[in-house]
Structures are given as C-alpha cells and as structure tokens.
C-alpha cells in the first residue's frame, strides 16, 4: 500500500511539473519518433535534464524491443494489462531440530486465505491485498498469527529473481501430539510469543530462454504454445532469526531434549548456488501444467543463545535448500485460470548441539484478463509530456 501512495505522489508531481513549466518550454523539439537512443531525448535546459530522467525510464519501457524469443513456442502480452483475482496465501515455519536425540519441535502459523488483486507488468508482478478474508484458521485451536509477508518476484527473459521480507508472530507446535508428555483436550501449544524474520534473494538464469518462458505460469504476459523446459542455475542468500519471551522448548517438550538444545533464540544466515530445472507441458493446445525443481548448495553461518545464557556460534558447509513450484492452468490469449504454488525449504546440516530447518512460499488459485492498453497508456504519457515532447 505505501509503494502504491508513492507511486500516487510521484505521478501527481509530474503533471503538476508538466503543467507548469509548459509555458517556458515553448520550443518545439523534434519528436520522440525519431529518437534513437536515450542520449537524443532534450537534455539542455534545466527543465529539459529534470525531464530526461523520467523520459529516459520511460524509452527504456515503451520502446520498440527486439524478439528474442521463438514465436512458434511463446506468444507475448508485454503490451497488454493483465490483471487477475487470486486467493491466496502465504507462510513462515520452522523447526528447532535436536541432533542428539532426534526429536524437533516444529513452528507453523495460523494460515488465512485473503482475496487480492494481482497485477502484472513487463517485469514484475505483485499483489495487492483487499482485506477480504476468504479463510480463516480456527483461533482457539491454532492461536492467532500477525504478520507481514513481502514477496516480490521479477520474471525478465534470461534472469528471474525472488526477493522476500517476512515477519510473523504468533505461532502453534504443529507436532505436540508426538509427545507423549503432551497431556491436552487441545491438538496444539500455542506460543503467541515467538516471532520470526526471513530476509532474502533468490535468483536464477534461464538457459533455454528462447523456447521456454517462466512468465507463462506466474506472472501470466507470455504464453507458452509447445512445451519446453530449461535448467536453472543462480545464487541464493537468506537470513533467518526467531525469538521468545522465554525459551523456545517450552514445558511439557523439555524433558525430551539435550540441555545444549534448549535455545532462547537464534539465527542463521545461508548462501550458495541454485541448479536446477523447469518443466511446461502443454496440452489440448491451451491448458499447462509447470514444475520446477532447484537444489541449492552452499554454507550455512548458524549461531543461538541457550537458556542458561550460553552462546553457540558454527560456520559449516553443505548446507542446501529445495524450491519447488508448480503450476497448473488454462490460458485462452484473453482469459486464464488456475493455481500454482512455490515453497523455499532450507536444510539445514549439523551433526551436533542444534540447528533450525525452514521453509517459507504461497499458494494461489486465480482467474484473470488480458486488457489491451496501449492508446491509453500513451495518451497518458502524452499528457506527462514523456513522450512526444
């Protein structure tokens, strides 16, 4: 909502800028048609330079690109509007592991389903949420969860890049039933106290991006005619961190770990290399089906405080994490439907004292449609005086 404000302000500026300095400018310069690098946009009144730098950002989006693609495999949208309405969700859990006795406690929050609007564009897609609750998890059994979750991804032609901040408070022990010292009419403890922050990047290079488009199943401006697939190979970073009021092994669950595994809080930071593939079946000519799987592998910085205030601090290597998404859909050019989903599970390697696994991603279901906006989109920028000038 705050980049969408900003986005507002910065517009509202330019038409005020554009209306008012449109008397000073008064010579007529030559059109933005022939105009063939970013270098050739006016840029020598002060007027003139303020604008080449919006001008130049908008030549780079609206030009005229060269097809880089196989036609008989993709068709492209870049042109076109898409909106779409999914309903969705999205999730942070993790697992306080104890290698000594094998025993974990896992950390799942309460999960709610919201209806957004999900807009996309030649690079990037996002979603923006309504506030309509679709689904609701069961408070008295599962607690409550607050959290913000932002998760942007880039769909380009050769790179495609995931970029997440995540934030939730509140979760319940998704495995207390496994206890036997767990004695409850409830299935679950519920810890309103702990929180956990994920910050990360995940990137990869599509090597048969002529033939394959990742833009087919999740941000929906190309489609894919035939099927292709392509491998995958990028870098990866993530930070994760999680804390209590008190301990995170809580009674009954204490008596089932090793002294060394009873951790306040702690954090782990993880880097390394993504291999992988991406799979698109297409078949009856207009639905799909995706999957993708990626391994990363690299080293893992991973460090906690104990509950007797001891410090624990380890760099190790081997450490990896899975992506798998899939998709499943029906595009007819104009209308599209279906339901895809993505999960980043990072496993963590350790054989002594103990160590967090996590896994973070969204599902979606969806139905949306292509609009065809380019003489509105540059009468538009017509009127900012980006164009035509």
Do not use: C
């Not at 880089?68 to 969700?89: E, G, M």
């Not at 990047?201 to 929906?220: M, P, T």
Request: a positive charge; hydrophobic letters at 35%; glycine letters at 8%.
């Amino acid at each position: 909502m705050k980049v969408k404000i900003f986005q507002s302000i910065y517009v509202v500026l330019l038409v005020f800028l554009s209306t008012n300095i449109r008397a000073q400018d008064s010579s007529h310069v030559k059109k933005s048609a022939l105009v063939k690098t970013i270098w050739d946009i006016p840029h020598k009144t002060l007027w003139e330079k303020w604008m080449w730098i919006h001008r130049s950002i908008t030549f780079g989006i609206t030009k005229e690109q060269k097809i880089n693609y196989d036609t008989a495999y993709i068709t492209s949208y870049h042109k076109q509007l898409v909106i779409s309405l999914p309903i969705s969700t999205r999730f942070l859990q993790f697992s306080l592991i104890d290698f000594k006795s094998g025993n974990k406690l896992t950390f799942a929050p309460n999960l709610e389903y919201d209806l957004g609007i999900s807009l996309s564009s030649r690079w990037a897609s996002f979603i923006v949420n309504t506030g309509v609750k679709v689904y609701g998890g069961d408070i008295d059994v599962k607690g409550k969860t607050k959290y913000q979750d932002y998760q942007l991804n880039l769909y380009g032609r050769k790179f495609t890049t995931d970029m997440f901040v995540q934030y939730y408070s509140g979760f319940y022990i998704k495995n207390s039933q496994s206890y036997s010292n767990y004695v409850s009419d409830k299935p679950f403890v519920i810890r309103p106290d702990v929180f956990a922050l994920n910050i990360g990047v995940s990137s990869y290079y599509i090597v048969n991006h002529r033939r394959f488009s990742y833009q087919n199943s999740f941000s929906f401006v190309e489609r894919q005619k035939k099927s292709a697939g392509s491998f995958l190979i990028g870098l990866y970073y993530s930070y994760f961190n999680t804390d209590g009021n008190s301990t995170l092994v809580d009674t009954p669950f204490r008596g089932s770990f090793d002294t060394l595994s009873l951790i306040k809080n702690g954090h782990t930071n993880n880097f390394g290399l993504n291999l992988g593939y991406i799979y698109t079946l297409v078949f009856l000519k207009k639905f799909y089906v995706t999957g993708s799987l990626v391994q990363g592998v690299g080293g893992e910085q991973i460090g906690y405080q104990r509950d007797d205030n001891s410090m624990y601090h380890q760099l190790v290597g081997g450490a990896g994490k899975l992506n798998v998404r899939a998709a499943l859909g029906y595009d007819s050019g104009k209308y599209f439907i279906g339901g895809m989903g993505m999960i980043d599970y990072y496993l963590l390697k350790g054989n002594w004292n103990s160590t967090f696994d996590y896994s973070f991603g969204k599902f979606m279901i969806y139905s949306g449609y292509r609009f065809s906006v380019l003489k509105k989109e540059r009468k538009f920028l017509r009127r900012l005086k980006l164009i035509d000038y």
